[in-house]
């Protein structure tokens, strides 16, 4: 027996038993006493009732009670009319307390039911909550893994092509310092903002993520490469786009993957459209490349490599600045004049300089001890 039958067996007993002591007091007090108003106790306790019905049904039965009496009245003067008036205006507070019971009931359940509904939704909202940040988790795991993989497949396109040192960790920083420089610039305000700075830090790492395909006779080659060993080396934006642009179409990985496909294909273009691959020029290059291009080659000219000694960084500086129009965006050279001084200290941070252990990078190794 549940907690609300319970509850209405007491409302119905200790109904009947008032009942019973009422009618007693009636029989034993004169008529011109209004005995019948009593009554109204019995409605205002159907009140605790589950069942509206009930109100009614005691209503009914005290009516009938009341009026009851005006037939066994012994009453035969004029109280006999004072005792009608009395038993009537009884009935009719009776069904007043009773409407108004039963209005309060209606309200109680129509507050219990939205109360229950803000309930159900605040439920459904929470577990819709725990869901979506759940999901958003696994998301954030599958891309974090990806972001992993892929920067270890360029991490070993890196160690393929000798003598880089931290090239992929500045290459990401000076890319970061341009692009902030030029979301100062109101013409890029609108392109570059919280997600783009944040795409183009963990895309720019992948730039030469082609060269895993490069053989490492031409890769490593200590002399100058011949014309078709030059357009076999072209081909690394190719392939590095291809790779980032597959990771796309499973529709796995996280958005950043299309920026870092833009990038190594277009990263060798040049302002003047003498680049490779697909000889674009001035501003139909994306913006991305453009500015990775300035961040690659300042990198290439102040780091030493198997085929070349390594520039000054004021040296390289002045090769970028001559070559603004040509190679470079005038744009993303002058951001890069503003920030020198912040490309002299990623150098610091990141040195060019390590020591080889059984082939490995210090670099490498220090990824992963991380």
């Not at 759940?134 to 092509?161: H, N, W």
């Not at 200590?222 to 690394?236: P, S, V």
């Not at 912040?342 to 941070?349: A, T």
Request: hydrophobic share 45%.
């Amino acid at each position: 027996m549940n907690e609300d039958s319970l509850s209405d067996r007491k409302v119905w007993a200790w109904t009947a038993l008032l009942t019973v002591l009422i009618e007693a007091v009636d029989m034993l007090t004169p008529d011109s006493l209004n005995v019948g108003v009593l009554y109204v106790g019995l409605v205002l306790l159907s009140r605790w009732s589950r069942r509206r019905s009930f109100t009614y049904f005691v209503s009914v039965v005290a009516t009938c009670f009341v009026l009851r009496g005006l037939f066994v009245s012994s009453d035969t003067d004029g109280l006999f009319w004072v005792a009608t008036a009395n038993r009537l205006l009884a009935v009719l507070v009776i069904w007043m307390t009773a409407f108004l019971c039963v209005l309060s009931q209606r309200k109680e359940a129509e507050e219990s039911r939205i109360e229950l509904e803000r309930q159900l939704a605040l439920a459904e909202n929470e577990v819709l909550r725990e869901a979506k940040d759940s999901l958003e988790k696994k998301t954030q795991q599958l891309i974090a893994t990806q972001e992993v993989a892929f920067y270890t497949l360029a991490k070993m396109a890196e160690l393929r092509d000798s003598e880089t040192g931290q090239h992929l960790e500045r290459i990401r920083a000076y890319s970061h310092i341009l692009a902030l420089e030029l979301q100062q610039d109101p013409t890029f305000k609108r392109v570059i903002d919280d997600r783009f700075l944040s795409d183009l830090y963990r895309s720019s790492p992948l730039h030469d993520i082609g060269k895993v395909a490069i053989p490492d006779a031409i890769l490593r080659k200590a002399g100058r490469l011949t014309d078709e060993e030059y357009d076999l080396m072209k081909r690394h934006t190719i392939v590095g786009a291809a790779i980032l642009e597959d990771a796309i179409s499973h529709k796995e990985g996280g958005e950043f993957f299309e920026m870092a496909a833009v990038i190594a294909k277009c990263h060798h273009e040049r302002f003047d459209g003498a680049g490779y691959p697909l000889g674009l020029s001035s501003r139909s290059i994306p913006l991305v490349a453009r500015i990775v291009a300035v961040a690659d080659v300042f990198d290439a000219l102040t780091s030493e490599r198997h085929y070349k000694d390594s520039y000054s960084p004021e040296k390289a500086r002045e090769i970028i600045l001559a070559d603004s129009g040509r190679h470079f965006d005038p744009v993303v050279v002058e951001a890069f004049e503003r920030r020198y001084e912040d490309f002299l200290h990623i150098q610091l941070r990141y040195p060019n300089k390590y020591t080889r252990i059984f082939g490995i990078t210090e670099s490498l190794l220090a990824e992963i001890c991380k």
